[in-house]
């Protein structure tokens, strides 16, 4: 069963922090690139951030880069994202991808706000 599965979204204040995971099963995490995006209500879905199968190359959405941080561990077949300094536009759905499956996780909610 191949399976994609985020956790740890929530409620934060704007200035704060949070780490999101998604955890693989199913097939050959540590051989793919991955993909963080993310969907606001009304919006498309966009690219977020990426790395690569063995987490040396990452690339990330010029609105989050210097404040997101995409990891993964494999021996753990897990990806992360910490997220910093965030920000009420950052509030949405995060999804984790794998671009060349083409699975997808169901999403975990962020919401930044007051």
């Known amino acids: 069963q191949v399976q994609l599965v985020e956790s740890g979204g929530g409620l934060v204040q704007p200035g704060g922090s949070l780490t999101v995971s998604c955890a693989a099963s199913?097939?050959?995490?540590?051989?793919?690139?991955m993909n963080w995006y993310r969907q606001a209500p009304g919006k498309e879905r966009e690219l977020v951030a990426g790395i690569s199968a063995g987490g040396g190359s990452t690339n990330y959405a010029a609105s989050v880069k210097g404040r997101f941080t995409i990891s993964r561990v494999n021996a753990k077949n897990t990806m992360y994202l910490q997220m910093n300094s965030l920000k009420i536009e950052d509030t949405a759905v995060y999804y984790c991808?794998?671009?060349?499956?083409?699975?997808w996780g169901q999403g975990t909610q962020v919401t930044v706000s007051s």
């Open positions: 991808n794998c671009p060349v499956r083409n699975i």
């Open positions: 199913g097939f050959a995490f540590g051989l793919y690139a």
